[in-house]
């Protein structure tokens, strides 16, 4: 399948959706390598829909032709807790909606929703990104160090793996920023980012290429300790309790 066949596909789609769907879909679009145009014949087609609260329009994954394609449906109120919360696919929402390309609904409905992922002034956006600190790196970098304990060299690299990605998507966070493309390039993106652990772009291609505990153990600890030091100049408060009596639950 070639671009201009997957445009033609993801278009069909869409206003099947709309026929059936009527004003229950707010907005259904593409997003990915058939919008840049850097798609292969065995990509996928990746399309999301925003639909009102309550509208039965489901999830959903199919091979069409061979070439998996993805609807990934959200309701507009989880929509708007991710954008507003923040949460944590913050940085993920507020990607798509910059690459987005509308094929059926109210193109007008994207502006709006961008808007509202920015519209928390910077301190109390700060407070709820620091809440969803504890969430990310730090069980993947315990895990690291659990494969060195009981020298489990084969579950290593995937955890290296996953410090990392998580990593970029605190690092959106904490920048108030997001990356448009998957992987490696949107690892490279949040190098631009001017708030970073020091080494950062040097460290995490060293880490994701790590195949061995010898050599992914010191470069996770590097790479973790430095995304502390960041915190500390940032005054950002990752709670870790010390005393059973202040976990608030």
């Not at 949107?186 to 652990?197: A, K, N, R």
Request: proline share 6%; charged share 20%; hydrophobic share 50%.
């Amino acid at each position: 399948m070639d671009t201009a066949a997957r445009r033609a596909l993801a278009r069909a789609l869409a206003a099947r959706l709309q026929a059936r769907y009527g004003d229950a879909l707010l907005l259904a679009g593409m997003v990915g390598s058939a919008v840049r145009g850097d798609d292969t014949p065995y990509s996928d087609l990746d399309m999301v829909v925003v639909a009102r609260d309550g509208a039965a329009i489901a999830t959903r994954t199919f091979l069409f032709q061979g070439i998996p394609v993805s609807l990934r449906v959200i309701t507009e109120p989880v929509l708007t807790a991710e954008l507003h919360g923040p949460g944590l696919e913050w940085p993920y929402w507020m990607g798509v909606l910059e690459v987005l390309q509308p094929l059926a609904g109210d193109p007008a409905h994207v502006a709006r929703w961008q808007a509202m992922g920015l519209a928390q002034d910077e301190r109390s956006f700060r407070v709820m990104v620091e809440r969803l600190l504890p969430e990310l790196v730090f069980e993947a970098y315990g895990r690291v160090r659990s494969c060195a304990a009981r020298g489990n060299e084969r579950d290593a690299p995937a955890l290296a793996l996953e410090v990392v990605y998580e990593l970029k998507t605190a690092l959106c966070l904490l920048n108030r920023r997001w990356v448009t493309r998957d992987y490696y390039a949107g690892i490279e993106q949040s190098f631009g980012f001017p708030l970073i652990p020091e080494g950062y772009a040097e460290l995490a291609p060293r880490l994701l290429d790590a195949r061995e505990l010898a050599t992914i153990v010191p470069l996770a600890g590097q790479l973790v300790a430095s995304y502390w030091k960041l915190l500390a100049v940032l005054g950002a408060t990752v709670q870790n309790y010390q005393k059973l009596d202040d976990v608030p639950v």
